[in-house]
């Protein structure tokens, strides 16, 4: 599973909005092609994350990032009023790539955080997915990388591949 | 005196039973097959106050742990690698797949 997993990330992306800072890559999974959107928003307290595919392409089983500050990690955590996650990893520094089952990032596998959806091998397909990030803002998130990438979205298509 | 103390017992128990959760936590997870798992129910600092459950589950075992939080901490541990830092997973009926 850890060589299939490959990675659904934003690399040279556009930012379509000054709002809302969104990112749309077009991701293989299997034999097909996922796009999935990432809206990156500075609210209150934190970023708003929002994570969407097309309806019927497959499930978003997490998300996983990086901050311009690292020092100030441990104090980083969700806000999840519609109680959209399961599960959430706050550090260490470069060394997050696994939250939950099936939910990890192979082989750039040294993100700072990253978080699981509420998605379950027998539950409905999560299509679309909204929490906020608190303690970070958007130009935290998007001034750091890892191996170039800024973030990485977790998805499994309908055919049970994952990308 | 008495009726006021009974009711803020019975206020501290309401507030403490809307943040309690029992869930089960279900080894689904296949790149490490059989893995040594640590649940803890967090304090108030967040980090581990007290062990739930400590043990080996493998791909398909379940353990069911009931925490006063509505959330739990677990890590993981690879045979023969150290303890991975911790994740923190909600606890409220649903499973904690990992």
């Not at chain 2, 459950?53 to 023969?80: H, I, K, M, W």
Request: aromatic residues 6%.
């Amino acid at each position: 599973m850890r060589a299939r997993a490959l990675l659904a990330a934003a690399l040279a992306l556009a930012a379509l909005r000054a709002e809302a800072l969104t990112y749309i890559a077009a991701t293989p999974i299997g034999e097909d092609t996922v796009a999935v959107t990432v809206s990156l928003t500075d609210v209150a307290g934190g970023c708003q994350v929002s994570l969407s595919i097309p309806a019927g392409s497959g499930t978003i089983l997490g998300f996983f990032a990086n901050t311009s500050d690292e020092e100030a990690l441990s104090s980083l955590g969700v806000s999840d009023p519609n109680a959209a996650l399961a599960q959430w990893q706050f550090g260490p520094a470069n060394r997050v790539w696994k939250v939950g089952a099936g939910n990890q990032i192979y082989p750039i596998d040294s993100w700072d955080y990253g978080v699981m959806t509420t998605a379950t091998g027998s539950g409905p397909p999560v299509e679309s997915v909204s929490f906020t990030l608190t303690g970070i803002t958007t130009a935290q998130i998007t001034g750091a990388s890892t191996a170039g990438y800024i973030l990485a979205v977790r998805v499994k298509g309908t055919g049970g591949s994952v990308g | 005196m008495r009726i006021s103390l009974l009711l803020l017992g019975i206020a501290a128990l309401s507030a403490e039973a809307a943040h309690a959760g029992c869930c089960t936590v279900r080894k689904l997870d296949e790149t490490f097959p059989s893995v040594t798992v640590r649940v803890c129910e967090p304090n108030a600092a967040g980090e581990c106050g007290s062990v739930l459950f400590a043990g080996p589950l493998s791909v398909g075992d379940a353990q069911n742990v009931c925490s006063a939080q509505d959330t739990v901490l677990y890590r993981e541990a690879a045979p023969g690698e150290p303890f991975g830092p911790f994740v923190e997973a909600v606890c409220s009926g649903a499973d904690v797949e990992i």
